[in-house]
Nanobody, 126 residues
Framework: QVQLVESGGGLVQAGGSLRLSCAAS????????MAWFRQASGKEREFVSG????????RYADSVKGRFTISRDNAKNTLYLQMNSLKPEDTAVYYC???????????????????WGQGTQVTVSS
């Protein structure tokens, strides 16, 4: 069974940084587009960022552009999200997700994703 395990969340002050990781196992990592979603308390899950299978195509939500950077290491089966200049509104549970996709595709729609991690909490204090 595919496993996606997020780590790196925590409590940080506004303006600080965190780096999330998502370790994937039991799948051919390079066959999957990967993404980060988040869900704040009382809100719907939303797309944060995604990266294509080879890493050549990336997408970001407008709310995180210029502050977050997604990357992947196919040799290590790991997805990353570098989050800088964090704001209180970034507080949420962050999930990584995997979609069996064509080479350059990055989907915004959570329904397109086949596998999900359990999530990691990010809390940004003001």
């Amino acid at each position: 069974q595919v496993q996606l395990v997020e780590s790196g969340g925590g409590l940080v002050q506004a303006g600080g940084s965190l780096r999330l990781s998502c370790a994937a196992s039991r799948l051919t990592f390079s066959n999957y587009a990967m993404a980060w979603f988040r869900q704040a308390s009382g809100k719907e899950r939303e797309f944060v960022s995604g990266v294509s299978r080879g890493g050549g195509s990336t997408r970001y939500a407008d709310s995180v552009k210029g502050r977050f950077t997604i990357s992947r290491d196919n040799a290590k089966n790991t997805l990353y999200l570098q989050m800088n200049s964090l704001k209180p509104e970034d507080t949420a549970v962050y999930y990584c997700a995997a979609e069996r996709a064509s080479w350059y595709i990055v989907e915004y729609d959570s329904n397109k994703y086949d596998h999900w991690g359990q999530g990691t909490q990010v809390t940004v204090s003001s």
